[in-house]
């Protein structure tokens, strides 16, 4: 059983994907185009809420649940599912997460993987698992502009915010509100199996995306913290050559231990990974505006070798370089 819990402002697109693609998948099971592992947990699913009673989405519109969470009826071959909720800013994730029915929630998925049923939340969702304790020392993911706030808030948590998808222990995380499709899918995969899921990628028409790198906006990242701007805008003078972390570190008027537990803070990354994102963002405008070759982008921006470039571009913004490629040169 895949158990959708909602919760009031959740987001109703998350919500429907997620039921659309588990109907897809039972449903292409049942035709008999794609065979399930004797021993898989069967398709079904309910959309639950804490207490049994409808939910208002983010949008104000009243979302009917089957009924209310019920922890005896759910066991390790279940599945239970945060839909995010969407949240723009840290504020409004400490208004979230300070609602005495988030700590109930928090309280029940605890219980909930005790008994050991699998856990998956997206977006703003991830907010609530962790506050749970059950990533506590492990891997996780969540929405790119609340990566930072995750960092600070829980520090026990391994953040990979550059994944679509993290699976943990028992645990499934996934980044803004329309990852919810590719955490769906990883579900289907493993109540289902591979298979399927790709299947259903294919019917829904869903592209493999396993880095949310290429969506997420540098600027929207950037903090008041002064040691951390002057560094960036340091990195940023010099994009075009090697940069090194002393240097960074002399920029920000700190040392280099200072700065990098002051950029952690901040942004959730190194030192390191700062510089090469402002690079990457910098190649990405260039091959998006000009005509230069994948080598010149490379130089431009400080790689001497271009398969070093490739990579790095490939990490950061999720595609290869010639992906960016625009219509605006």
Known sequence: MIVHLVIDGAAESALGVGLDIVGSAARLVAAGLVEVPTGKATLRQRVVSL??????SGAGRKIEVDGALQLRDLGRTDVLVLPGVFAATEPSIAQLLGRAEI??????????????????????????LAASGVLDGARATTTWWLAPAFARRFPAITLDAERMVVEADGVLTAGSALAHADLMLAIIARVGSPSLAKLVARYVLLDERVSQTRYMILEHLRVAAPAVHAAERFASANVGRQISTDELARA???????????????????????????RVAHAAHLLATTRASVEEV???????????????????????PRGRRGTMA
């Not at 998925?109 to 977006?123: I, K, M, N, P």
């Not at 950029?263 to 030192?271: E, I, K, Q, W």
């Open 51 to 56: 207490d049994g009673q409808p939910v208002r």
């Open 103 to 128: 700590a109930r929630a928090a309280d029940l998925l605890a219980r909930a993987s005790a008994r050991g049923v699998f856990l998956a939340a997206s977006c703003s969702a991830t907010f609530i």
């Open 252 to 278: 920000g008027a700190v040392s280099p231990r200072t700065l990098a537990r002051r950029v952690h803070a901040a942004l959730g990354m190194t030192p390191n990974e700062m510089v090469q994102r402002l």
């Open 298 to 320: 490379a130089g431009r921006v400080g790689y001497a070798d271009a398969a070093a470039f490739r990579r790095v571009f490939r990490r950061f913004a999720g595609e290869s």
